[in-house]
């Protein structure tokens, strides 16, 4: 007996301590589904300190770019400077994150060129001699756009301030200029600072041109991100003189904001009683009943009221003057054949004069165009034009 007792009591502190663990972890899993929110992943490389044709710009493009989206909510990664192994290990890394779902953005300033159609992102201590040394020594752009795609998150950006001057022209036989335009997969937005096959300034101040613009538009609440470069387009051809048009190409699906639009709150309207005098007695409130209103096209008003005030006329002249006056109506047909029955000898009575006649067009009472009001409440549905016509031609 003792041995089922105790055996009992260890399976019932099993069977509890099991419970506690799941309803703990379906705690944990409902806090966190509650509290998720769609990841946003950057990352943002800056290179400046070539050997050969140094740039001035790129590092503080990066380094602001990178600052104004941690400050939005996005997990950045910022690298300065880095070489081919760098560059590519980052991209492999931001990929794989980015399979984890969200927004991704990768963010490029520095030497940038095309060969054969190809873009290529040049890292710092490389050895670059002619163009055929390029795809073995630079960083081939479509590896971004290969991670972002196998990724199948839900939207990415990519953006290149990399159309310098080529600082290894005299070396190329080319002679190609900027960078080539790219197809950018489904859900993806490619920017350029500049039009595909130009070449874009580094700038005089601490940024370059497409970058302090960008950075001047990000900061703006409400644009949605193709109004966002369309805004940042205009900047910069108005700071170059329209010598330099960023560029963009967008497959994106939906919007994005990086300052979403502020959310417009109905207030309730409270109107405060006037004040009245001491002296003066309130009276209680008269209870009233609003006469029913049935909402229609104005253009139908006028052929509506006049309609139901001849509707049961015993004189063909009534519908004629309808006829007159509404050729098209949707009544006309109906109109025609009241004239068509009242006219045939068994049925005709012309026992109304012509100013009774006029009285019925002039018996419904003008109100506002569009709003038909009904006197007393019947307990019937008012009938829209349709449904008047549909219950007479029955």
């Known amino acids: 007996m003792k041995s089922f007792l105790k055996l009992f009591y260890l399976t019932f502190i099993c069977w509890f301590s099991l419970s506690c663990l799941a309803i703990a972890q379906d705690s944990r899993a409902f806090k966190k589904k509650a509290g998720d929110q769609e990841q946003h992943i950057a990352l943002i490389i800056g290179n400046a300190n070539y050997e050969s044709s140094p740039l001035r710009n790129p590092g503080n493009d990066a380094h602001d770019i990178a600052a104004v989206l941690k400050k939005k909510g996005f997990d950045v990664t910022l690298q300065l400077d880095g070489t081919k192994r760098e560059m590519e290990n980052e991209i492999r890394k931001f990929g794989k994150n980015l399979q984890k779902g969200g927004v991704g953005f990768f963010y490029y300033a520095g030497h940038g060129m095309q060969v054969k159609g190809v873009n290529y992102l040049i890292p710092i201590k490389t050895n670059i001699e002619s163009e055929d040394d390029i795809p073995y020594e630079a960083v081939n752009a479509n590896m971004v756009l290969s991670k972002m795609d196998t990724a199948g998150n839900r939207l990415n950006m990519v953006f290149l301030d990399a159309c310098r001057d080529n600082p290894f022209a005299r070396s190329f036989r080319s002679g190609s200029k900027g960078l080539a335009q790219m197809d950018a997969p489904s859900g993806t937005l490619v920017g350029y600072a500049t039009s595909p096959g130009k070449t874009a300034a580094d700038g005089t101040g601490r940024n370059g041109v497409f970058t302090s613009?960008?950075?001047?538009?990000?900061?703006?609440?409400?644009?949605?991100?193709?109004?966002?470069?369309?805004?940042?387009?205009?900047?910069?051809?108005?700071?170059?003189?329209?010598?330099?048009?960023?560029?963009?190409?967008?497959?994106?699906?939906?919007?994005?904001?990086?300052?979403?639009?502020v959310q417009k709150q109905q207030m309730a309207v409270v109107t405060q009683?006037?004040?009245?005098?001491?002296?003066?007695?309130?009276?209680?409130?008269?209870?009233?009943?609003?006469?029913?209103?049935?909402?229609?096209?104005?253009?139908?008003?006028?052929?509506?009221?006049?309609?139901?005030?001849?509707?049961?006329?015993?004189?063909?002249?009534?519908?004629?003057k309808f006829l007159k006056q509404y050729p098209n109506s949707d009544f006309a047909p109906l109109a025609r054949m009241q004239i068509s029955r009242l006219e045939t000898p068994a049925t005709a009575e012309t026992t109304e004069s012509s100013d009774t006649i006029n009285s019925r067009f002039d018996s419904f009472s003008p109100v506002t165009p569009g709003r038909i009001t009904e006197g007393r409440p019947t307990g019937k549905k008012p009938k829209n034009i349709w449904e008047e016509l549909e219950s007479h031609e029955k």
């Open 213 to 261: 613009n960008f950075l001047k538009q990000i900061e703006q609440p409400g644009l949605e991100i193709g109004m966002m470069m369309r805004k940042v387009r205009t900047g910069v051809r108005s700071d170059t003189g329209g010598k330099q048009t960023p560029w963009d190409v967008s497959s994106l699906e939906g919007e994005f904001y990086f300052n979403p639009p």
């Open 273 to 320: 009683p006037p004040t009245r005098p001491s002296n003066v007695t309130a009276m209680p409130p008269v209870e009233t009943q609003s006469a029913p209103v049935t909402t229609i096209p104005s253009r139908q008003f006028s052929e509506l009221g006049a309609w139901k005030a001849i509707k049961y006329s015993k004189n063909p002249a009534s519908f004629q």
